[in-house]
């Protein structure tokens, strides 16, 4: 070998925990003492060097999320459309429950009115029995039922002597003149008629008494001019 070529560097530890000169505990590469304040690790021992395969790499910063990154907008967009889906699905819902709502009433009312109309013909032989004075006793209590179901439908009886004539609530089957009258009168009540609110279910049949219609007057007999009597 020539005095040019490069001699290896021998590295030598003492990796030995006893002092040889002062008998002494060596304390470890790297460890604190006791006592001493919590602190970054200490550099390498003197002699000791790193190896060349270990490096240091520098912490690297988070990344920080982009604010206006494309799929934030994707996201935004999606929103509104679920938003708006779920609104228009809110509104047609309660469309939906007011028109149940409403056929329900509207099937409740007909079924109630279907009853009440059966009802009719027992209702006229119970005006009949009161106004032959036999609604008494028993039948009256049954009579007194049969109307409190009525009034509980809601179902009300119209129809009396002396009411003007309403072709809506009227059924003319009689007619009269009468002086005594300036409208059409419905004069006698031949059967009672009946409504639910403002629908009426059933008609009154009434004799109705019209005013009488006043005589022409006769022409008066022209005079001559001059006042005297006409010759033959």
Same mark, same amino acid.
Do not use: W, Y
């Given at each position: 070998m020539t005095t040019g070529d490069e001699?290896?560097? @021998?590295?030598?530890?003492?990796?030995?925990?006893?002092?040889?000169?002062?008998?002494?505990?060596?304390?470890?590469?790297? +460890?604190?003492?006791?006592?001493?304040?919590?602190?970054p690790p200490t550099s390498p021992a003197a002699g000791e060097q790193m190896s060349e395969?270990?490096? @240091?790499?520098?912490?690297?910063? /988070? /990344?920080?999320?982009?604010?206006?990154?494309?799929?934030?907008?994707?996201?935004?967009?999606?929103?509104?459309?679920?938003?708006?889906?779920?609104q228009r699905v809110t509104a047609e819902y309660a469309n939906y429950r007011r028109r149940v709502d409403r056929d329900r009433a509207?099937? +409740?009312?007909?079924? /109630?009115e279907r =009853?009440?109309?059966?009802? =009719?013909p027992i209702v006229d032989d119970i005006?009949?029995?009161?106004?032959?004075?036999?609604?008494?006793? +028993? =039948?009256?209590?049954?009579a007194d039922r049969v109307l409190g179901v009525l009034d509980g439908l809601g179902v009300e009886a119209f129809g009396a002597s002396g009411d003007?004539?309403?072709?809506?609530?009227?059924?003319? @089957?009689?007619?009269? !003149?009468? +002086?005594?009258? !300036?409208?059409?009168? /419905?004069s006698t009540i031949l059967r009672q008629g009946f409504r639910r609110g403002d629908r009426v279910l059933r008609t009154a049949m009434v004799a109705v008494t019209e005013p009488e219609t006043p005589a022409a007057s006769a022409p008066a007999a022209e005079e001559p001019a001059d006042g005297s009597p006409a010759s033959d």
């Open positions: 001699q290896p560097r @021998v590295v030598i530890r003492d990796k030995r925990r006893i002092d040889p000169t002062s008998g002494t505990v060596r304390e470890p590469a790297g +460890a604190q003492p006791a006592g001493s304040p919590p602190g395969n270990e490096t @240091v790499t520098p912490a690297q910063p /988070a /990344a920080e999320p982009d604010s206006g990154s494309p799929a934030d907008g994707d996201l935004a967009r999606q929103l509104a459309e679920r938003t708006e889906d779920l509207l099937v +409740a009312d007909q079924a /109630a =009853f009440a109309a059966g009802l =009719f005006e009949r029995a009161r106004d032959h004075g036999d609604l008494t006793g +028993a =039948f009256k209590v049954v003007e004539f309403d072709p809506a609530l009227h059924e003319a @089957v009689m007619h009269d !003149t009468s +002086a005594d009258v !300036t409208v059409p009168t /419905a």
